[in-house]
């Protein structure tokens, strides 16, 4: 019900912009949220937006690089990624739960496959 794209390989410095359709059922009053994992790690946080885009919150890591946002009418939620490094090489995930808790990986109950990120030095 989730399909994340937009991944692929970058030089460090470079942008991509993920996207997350969402299919099947609407989304538009499910908070949503990005996390990622990179081989031999934990799935960790990156990104979360209320249902309305009204909020948003952000890992340490990457505030001031990363930007969130959605389209609602499009039952569609994008990362923008710039100034990439190295480090935010993982496979990115996008997840949904109407009371989802931010950060909070657990409280998301929809996620979709991934989609592979990968920076090149």
């Known amino acids: 019900q989730l399909q994340a794209s937009g991944g692929g390989l970058v030089q460090a410095g470079g942008s991509l912009r993920l996207s997350c359709a969402a299919s099947g059922r609407s989304f538009s009053s499910y908070a949503m949220g990005w996390f990622r994992q990179a081989p031999g790690k934990e799935r960790e946080f990156v990104a979360h937006?209320?249902?309305?885009?009204?909020?948003?919150d952000y890992a340490d890591s990457v505030k001031g690089r990363f930007t969130i946002s959605r389209d609602n009418a499009k039952n569609t939620v994008y990362l923008q990624m710039n100034s990439l490094r190295p480090e935010d090489t993982a496979v990115y995930y996008c997840?949904?739960?109407?009371?989802?808790?931010?950060?909070?990986?657990?409280?998301?109950?929809?996620w979709g496959q991934g989609t592979q990120v990968t920076v090149s030095s």
């Open positions: 997840a949904a739960d109407r009371y989802a808790l931010g950060s909070i990986l657990d409280t998301y109950a929809y």
């Open positions: 937006i209320s249902w309305n885009g009204g909020s948003t």
